[in-house]
């Protein structure tokens, strides 16, 4: 079946270090890719997303390339910061068979200052 | 503010106690979906309803059922509780239930202690 394996964490930093977060997928077809971001005493949100290969998404400052030939979505970030401690989930969401989404296990950073 | 809304914030009951977890998805979002979350588990997917219809189960107990009304607001029941039912119970909505425009807007979540 869909799967959505993650680096486990914690990931600990200092500030302005360079991130990468590894996410990896099994899917049927082509699933559109996600991360979502939770910080503390919060849901889950929406950081960015691909919907195709070679597509890169990208939000404050975090990018992620859909890379088909590797099934991958590794999320990065060239410069850390310490609001940038939180949660992250690699997820995918298939267009084809059971439509579902799957989320990976989560990734906890520590940005130190 | 995500406009998913989730009710209760905080719930606080007894083992072998009943109760239900309100949600309102976001206007337009036809589909609804309840997570667990707790601190050993992660995020635990349990249940997706579509336009009123249960599209997908995961690792939801029998003592858990959940239902998407007409209006679209969903509601999670958990009966015969157990001191390892208490988590953060997360609902998110989304257009979509899969593909392109499915990403998923997730409420606040609704803290459950069973005592």
């Known amino acids: 079946g869909d799967s959505v394996t993650q680096m486990e964490g914690p990931v600990t930093l200092s500030e302005e270090a360079f991130l990468t977060i590894n996410c990896t997928y099994t899917?049927?077809?082509?699933?559109?890719l996600f991360w979502y971001v939770q910080y503390p005493g919060e849901g889950l949100q929406l950081l960015l997303k691909?919907?195709?290969?070679?597509d890169k998404g990208s939000n404050k400052g975090f990018e992620a390339t859909y890379r088909k030939e590797t099934t991958s979505f590794h999320l990065e970030k060239g410069s850390v910061q310490v609001s940038d401690s939180a949660v992250y989930f690699c997820?995918?969401?298939?267009?084809?068979?059971?439509?579902?989404?799957?989320f990976g296990a989560g990734t906890r950073l520590f940005v130190k200052a | 503010d995500s406009g998913v809304t989730q009710t209760p914030k905080h719930l606080i009951t007894a083992t072998g106690q009943r109760v239900t977890l309100r949600c309102s998805p976001r206007?337009?979002?036809?589909?609804v979906y309840w997570y667990q979350q707790s601190l050993d588990q992660g995020l635990q997917f349990l249940i997706q309803?579509?336009?009123?219809?249960?599209?997908a189960k995961g690792n939801i107990l029998e003592r858990f059922s959940a239902q998407q009304f007409p209006d679209l607001h969903s509601e999670l029941n958990l009966s015969s509780l157990e001191l390892g039912d208490s988590a953060l119970y997360f609902c998110?909505?989304?257009?979509?239930?899969?593909?392109?425009?499915?990403?998923?807007?997730f409420g606040p979540g609704t803290r459950l202690t069973v005592t």
């Open positions: 997820a995918s969401s298939g267009n084809t068979g059971g439509f579902k989404t799957i």
């Open positions: 998110a909505s989304s257009v979509a239930v899969g593909g392109a425009i499915s990403e998923q807007y």
């Open positions: 206007s337009g979002d036809l589909s």
């Open positions: 691909a919907t195709k290969a070679d």
């Open positions: 309803y579509y336009n009123g219809e249960e599209r």
């Open positions: 899917a049927t077809g082509y699933p559109s």
